[in-house]
Each structure stands twice: as C-alpha cells, then as structure tokens.
C-alpha cells in the first residue's frame, strides 16, 4: 500500500534536486555537487531539523506568536514572515560568502551545507508551529506537530490535500464532508509515509537551494540569501492557507501513548 508514496529513485531525485529553483547558468555545478550527496544522509539532516522544531518548541512558537505585533492574524503573519525572512535570507547570504573564500574545500563546504540544510528546517519547522499558534490550534501531540511541518515542507500550497491523500492511504478515510477523528495511530503512520517523501518532494526545492549557496564567486551569496528570503514568504503564506482549514477535526489520543520519534 505504500508503494504509491515511497520514492524509490534516489539518481531521479538528485537530478530534480538540481533543476529546480536554481538559474540555468548554474544547475550543472550543483548537479556535480550533488553527485556527492547520499541520499539517505541528506533525509535524516532533513528529519533532524523537523524533529528539532516539533519535539521541544511548542512553547517557544506560542510565545513568539504573542509577542508578535498587529491587531488581527494577517497583519501578525507579515511581521513574522518578514522577521524570519531577514534572519534566513541573511544565513543564506552568509553561507554563500564563506563558500567563496578560495581556502574553503570541497569537504568543509559540503559540511556546511548540511548544517544550513539542518538549521533552515528547524527554523521552517518554527515558523510553521508560530502560525499554527496564530490560529488558534488546541496544544498538539508531538505527532500532530510532525503531520504539521511535514505536510507544509513537502506539499506546499496543496498541504491540505496532500495531508489527506497520505491519511487516506494509512486508511484514515477523510472526506470534505464530515470532520474526522484521526486516530494516533493513523496519524503516526502517515508521518512515516511523509518522512520517505521528505528528498523528493521538499529535498528537491531546498536542497538545490543549499547546494547553490555553496558556489563560488560570489554566486552563492546570491542564491543563498535571495532563495531563502523568498522560500520564507512564500512558506509562511502556505502554512497560513493549510491552517485556515485542517483536513480533520481532531487526533484521538485516548489509546495510544504518545511519544516516538521520526
């Protein structure tokens, strides 16, 4: 059953991962670079930074929500948007400027790489929960956390639907009728179905983004700063439409404990 989900092609992957988000002028020195890459690796930096913003930050994304300044919800979001788009444009940027400098290897710019990968998750991951607060969401399990960001990252604008596409092949039977209950169980299954979807679908946006921030010349700087900045807006304006309307009604939490990790 979870053939339909499951991305099988890791050379399919890496060359989508270099077509995407990146000038023409440069997609044949990211696709050299992704060349080096493992696949897997670059799944679980994807997943450490998801599980680093959903497991312990709940509390910090509600605080932030209130400190936020604006009298209703949109305005709320702009600031936050924009505040995170400076902090990730200016990472990018930064990145891309220490890529450049001649004594900086192959090897310490792809590490750093993987920490810019890491880093911009997690923060994704808080902007994500940050909106998520502005709307009002009951305290979450760390699973509905999990469903949250996973979904925003990987479908973008169609999270709703993509959300319900992988609940209902978990056997969750979601419909736009008649709100559901998603059992924990279910909701853990299809966070697994996700995560295994993380490199082709998200992976393929952010991580040509990354990898083109580690260009020389100064280009770098330029795709780093500039991609990030927009990935941000544009993130924060689809977390925002996916909130406004949840694919279920509530998690059924009364038989399962809840706990586990990606």
Known sequence: MYGAVEDRNDSDTKRAMARRQLPLFVTKAVAARLASIDTEALTRTFLAG???????????????????????????????????????????????MAAAAPAVGTTATLLATTVELSW?????????????????????????????????????????????????QMGAGLNEVTPTRLSLATLRATNGAMSRLVVRRYGARRGAIALGTALPLGIGAVVGGGANYLAIRKLAAQADSFFARLPYSAIDTTSIEVAGSL
């Not at 209703?72 to 990730?88: D, G, Q, T, W």
């Not at 923060?123 to 940050?130: N, V």
């Open 120 to 168: 911009f998750t997690a923060r994704a991951g808080d902007l994500i929960l940050t909106i998520a607060a502005l709307h009002g969401r009951p305290t979450p399990t760390i699973e509905e956390r999990r469903a949250w960001v996973l979904a925003v990252l990987i479908f973008g604008s169609t999270a709703r639907q993509g959300l319900t596409g992988v609940a209902n």
């Open 50 to 96: 998801i599980e680093t913003a959903t497991s312990a930050r709940w509390d910090a994304a509600v605080a932030r929500a209130a400190a936020l300044p604006g009298d209703v919800r949109p305005e709320k979001i702009r600031a936050l948007s924009a505040s995170f788009a400076r902090e990730l444009g200016a990472l990018g940027a930064a990145a891309g």
